[in-house]
């Protein structure tokens, strides 16, 4: 007779190699069954950095190895707290490892539901990969929700309402979405790993070895505070030079002006979309399932790319080849208001050179990516990172530690108005025709990488 | 007045953020403009390892990372022998710079005619990416040709004859394609970096103050022998550990028998193919120009797998969906010859249990895997090795090295025997019927790992 | 015929196996000789971090191995100007390679004057590192001037001038010494490797890309800022969690107290230090001649410390023992002049309990360790770090990096009041008599850590 | 009231940075009160490597940090055999936990007994560091004997007898030493850390996951062979390019040279050497109590060199200088019985040359040197490693692995002849004088390194 299907574990453990955390360590049924569903593979397809790779070359990275990352990052702060702190020694300051296995599979699953290139699709067609997280947990088609529901009835809700932020534990929510979480820990040592960058490496395990339960949910011994300092630096760094970075964004404007083309042309270019971009139907008709949202990948959207790159729209056609060879716009900074009529004059400019600039300009702002950096003064602020002093009395970061609060005061990031590369290049700026001095008037209005 | 073309450089050196060489250098206008051209570009959506991703997730780095690593490691090359060796100084001993950019171009081109699951597509379309990377370099309709012949004329030839090594100069030929060659010396630091292990890792700084340049190629100073070695062990230890992974195998199998399902549909299920895989009916109809080839890569195969998932070819769709959810073929040991009759039993119950042995089970060898050891004593051997003696006499490796005699000497690999995974599966073998009997029968013959 | 001593180069490269540096590449016959002198072959018994490897038992590293590292990065940075920026292509904006030698003999040579604890033996033995390193250099007794002297003379003053900071090429002087030097440089990856802290750690070869000459000096390009800014937080890290460390603290002063304690003694115990300390008589006497302290090593004074911990003085032999055997002062911090009463007050307690307060308590502030963080708004300022903006113009690091701002406006560090171990031991405050009585009233008067 | 001490547990576990493992975890109060004991820290005051810093420079970690890691890694073995294999369990094929304590005793001092520079040392004094530590373990005048005495009667017994291998359970003696224990593995690990080679570097996670504790003692599973096989690897090479170092043997010959003439001289130069090395004395007389020997360490015997180098004998004068500022004595390979002859027609020379043979050659071979390879052949063959197979069965490695099988068979090393490197100076052999012609007919017994 066996042990009900939540509490089997694997007669050996089984292990992932990862170059991150050397190991992913797999015990039990549920985990290594979520692990083979059809929507957690399907992660494997779908970059976890988007357009950043055409950038850093090493960045290919799935959201599928992130997805182990932040489940085996959560493995071992409930191993901490269980050996460490738990409840039947500290009461409801301490961690019930019968929450164990809700965490770690929210931990697996926060972002099954993100879509290729999921921040420029999303805008484009409205999807919204968290609800589509939560769709894919309790909807009884899918294999998730099946494997989900053979722990017990209403644990795929119960799991889901981990990733909606309304799971009654704090301390489980604040695993996987806080400040300082198994989600944010991950990406910022894989982003780094795989873009070959240094500067998101923290050091994780003294991170975990200052990391505490409470009843309000998750907090950092005041001797790990300078652990806690690294981490938020090694983020900020990563913000300003990776996810930030103004080629990837160039790469971004491209491919949201793409999908946008493709969009607009449907009503009129059905069958020519129907038989290039069969999966994306759904989506131009912004009416599709969840089944169809589940087909889509990046090969998906790449090789819609491929057919376009030859159809007879020249707009869709020349976007795409930009896309898939790699041809970002290129940009400038510029300051937002004060120089929007500037802005417009050079879009003018664009125009004259013979770009429609509704497709080949574009304004871009870092504080639009999804990326929070720590602000714990903003009034809808996020959770803060709290740190527990030798008296169990909690204080916030920012008030003990000058680094963090130089970096939390400050809005980081930066405006840039995208235009094609061709506006720039010497060459045409050298011809002694009309375009030569269209050319010239466009580049004379940028210095040191700003617009004048 | 500007330089040739040929000794244009960069104003500023630029640089590619690479986490196994730290940085790409790129200073010759050609090399850039090179990386930039769309058959290069292409590569960034072809993974380097294929199904070995399945297996190691965080292998999955693409052929255009490779391409860049093997590009660097030959210009670090040049620079020592242009340092340290000169033919200035050395005559026909030493290296004549003036063969850098044959050199660095052919390292960056060397695997340009790759597409997707190359070893398997290649089984069953009849293409060669050998053949084709020598066309993408000398066909006129390329980017990659234009940029070469504007070098030179009959430039494109000679950095294709670097590559089926007719190319005069053997020091050129062997940075490129040797037994330590820059090839193999990137891509095993890579594939270690990528998969997370550590055995491919040795020594290349210190290979590279060991290599020199003579007159029939490359040597290595005998001091610098156990660090030879090392390479050689750490070779030996990515084969058996990695590239001969069980499991990929499983992988590669499953995506052979579909595309071959695929291909032999085609005749009459033309239509359906032709609306889900647009792209693949050059190569289903063997008949592929150049251009047909160069829209290949991953995603345009697993689009077209998605798609065939629900498709009424029951074999089709099933493996399609095995490949995509990664659902491998298990397999044990066998003896070949010795056991081949046990092989046709197994199938035969295979087929009892309900699956077409041509489609679910398989016979795979290692030793057909593309990736040669290193043994001297083959008769149609390839390069040696070859140590240089205080005095300057060469000696080859495994001459003064009982550790690669050992290595050289024996077969590396096995074969196996690939069944579907229903067939050993405890829960099925316990169904009191017929057909848990038959499970039974199978299972019986797999003993410690090996068919008996 | 052979070139004169200063154009000798080594026929083949010689190299250095390093652990931070991967290599240290030695061309010159005049700095293999340097290495090979007396004088830096003492740093091997030299350890760089005194009495920190107390605390981070792997920092056993030496001032020899450290002297290597800035060796090995100003020759980097020389190659780097040579190639890039020579003064043959930019007049006196860039570099005179001419410059390279007395460059490199600086770099070996900058630590050459220290000694065994140097910090604490200098404060009782008036001793001065920098001014015995310039002695070193240019006392024609050493191996290092004779050296130095066949090249030409003059050259050791020349060589000397650079580390006074009086040499008049300022490119010179600021690679050995300034906010961002090779020495720093060295220390702080050096330091991170060997203590296993990850915080010193930062992309010096992002650095070393980014470092450009310039008619004053030494700057960096602003696109370099983010690395510039990694480097100063490392160093900020490495301050406040390993340099700053209040165990090494509590060695330190056991130490000083203990050298004090022997020198106070020498008048009336004469002759059992000279049968125990021989080498150390002409400090105890303040009388010592160059030869008298190159034969001072850490070696040296822990001998003595052994002998002495057998000797009659009971403190003398306590103190030792406490050295030799790791037995720190504690601590905790305190507020200068506001706590000063009370610091008499618990000095009288520790009296009371038995212990000499002025051998067995101590105030120790970091602000007078060697270290100085970067505050370019001193009065008496250090080199500022600048950035070079695209046109040519300079600006102050802390300008435009509100993170390093942040970090400069602010003291780095703490006081701390340090006091025998016995003092707060839990086993001695139970006592029921009267030393229990002061054990308690000492340390009712510590809460988490301060002085209450 | 309080638990016996021998289940005392720390109120917090204590950590200890470590640059190997990351952190040393110490738990037992009884652990930690042995790390502070006097004879435990006397290890931070001698070289783990003794003469192969000189060639490594690095390499200056002392015989402290690896004591604290061969503790570190017996601790995770105790933790997986708890974990997974427990007595519980599996009866005596599995790990019984109250084994715990006195495996992490005589892991932590296992090496207790060393000495400075202990290879040389032991064969001038006949003294014998594992007589030593079993004497330090069980002597009651010792701070380690009082500790281990506290945890019951007979303890200290318990752990020398895991030392001498005499303990009765051969999973405790295995751990400690066996072919591939703790030991081994920390100081190739750590060795391999601070020489900056990376040939020591494998991969202990995947060792640690492997091992298995078996009734017989302990073996790993056959599904980690390659894992093993990589460790032997990594064995050989550090044995070849770093234990072997042709350089640290040219100074270990002076050092034995140097420490034979004090201790000849002793008679007659009484006085001088009690002035100089007292410490040394009861060696000289060879008549040393405990004590004695407990006051040695790598800094006594540098300051006596340190005075002898201003000695009126030469010979010991010079040789002091010589191991102080690292003048190796040079060396060629020759081959024993056979070269005998030569080898005195060349002792010869170096005499006429001037310096007397008995203190300025040497025969040295690498065989004598303490180190073991795997050689599972040997008449008195030494623990093999052994693989369990699906079944429970066990192999022996060299069976199943070639590789291994190759670096088993052979003997690794090489027989040295060393003398002054003033005999192959070629300044020397230019003078026009006897002299010149003496060092050219010593030279031309020299080709390619080897003896001719």
């Known amino acids: 007779m066996s042990l009900p299907y939540k509490y089997q574990t694997l007669p050996i453990e089984k292990v992932f190699r990862d170059p991150v955390h050397n190991y ?7 985990i290594l069954d979520l692990i083979n569903s059809k929507e957690v ?7 976890q950095l988007g357009t950043s790779s055409f950038t850093f070359h090493g960045a290919e990275h799935s959201r599928f190895s992130h997805s182990l990352g932040v489940y085996e990052i959560t493995r071992r702060i409930c191993n901490i707290f269980q050996q460490n702190y738990s409840s039947e020694k500290l009461g409801e300051e301490g961690w019930d490892d019968s929450q164990r296995l809700v965490a770690l599979c929210a931990a697996l699953l926060h972002d099954v539901g993100h879509g290729p290139y999921s921040h420029t699709f999303e805008r484009i067609f409205h999807t919204n990969h968290e609800e589509i997280t939560v769709a894919i947990i309790t909807s009884p088609e899918t294999e998730v929700y099946q494997i989900l529901n053979s722990v017990e009835a209403g644990f795929p809700e119960k799991v889901a309402s981990v990733i909606t932020k309304t799971y009654p534990n704090p301390q489980v929510v604040q695993m996987i979405s806080s400040q300082i979480d198994a989600d944010r820990m991950d990406y910022l040592l894989r982003d780094a790993y795989f ?28 001797n790990g505070m300078h652990a806690v300092e690294d981490y938020i630096v090694s983020r900020y760094q ?59 990948d990046d090969g998906v959207l790449n090789t819609a790319f491929n057919l376009w790159s030859e159809t007879s729209d020249l707009i869709l056609s020349d976007l795409s080849q930009r896309f898939l060879n790699r041809k970002p716009l290129k940009s400038c900074r510029f300051v937002p208001e004060v120089q929007d009529n500037l802005i417009s ?37 996020r959770t803060q990172i709290e740190l527990q002093q030798n008296d169990g009395t909690l204080v916030e970061l920012s008030q003990v530690s000058p680094l963090v609060a130089a970096l939390a005061g400050q809005e980081q990031g930066d405006h840039r108005f995208y235009f094609p590369k061709e506006m720039i290049e010497e060459r045409l700026q050298n011809n002694y025709d009309l375009f030569g001095e269209t050319y010239q008037s466009f580049a004379s209005h940028i210095h040191n990488g700003e617009l004048i």
Chains 1, 2, 3, 4 share one sequence.
Request: one cysteine or more; proline letters at 4%; a positive charge.
């Open 41 to 47: 593979q399907r992660l494997r397809r779908i970059k």
């Open 195 to 222: 873009t070959g960058t240094k500067y998101g490496t923290f050091d994780l395990t003294r991170i975990l070895r200052m990391i505490r339960p409470c009843k309000s949910g998750i907090v950092f011994a005041i």
């Open 238 to 296: 990563m913000y300003v030079q990776v996810y930030f970075h103004r080629s990837s964004r160039g790469m971004e404007v491209v491919l949201e002006h793409l999908l946008n083309r493709a969009h607009e042309l449907f009503p009129k270019e059905t069958a020519m979309l129907q038989n290039t971009a069969q999966l994306l139907i759904p989506f131009f008709k912004e009416n599709f399932s969840l089944q169809d949202y589940l087909r889509l």
């Open 345 to 381: 004059q050079m879009q003018q400019i664009v125009e004259k050179a013979g770009f429609n600039p509704t497709y080949y300009t574009a304004i871009n702002s870092s504080y639009d990516l999804p990326y929070d950096f720590y602000q714990p003064k903003l009034e809808k602020h």
């Open 24 to 30: 992913i360590h797999v015990n039990h049924q549920v």
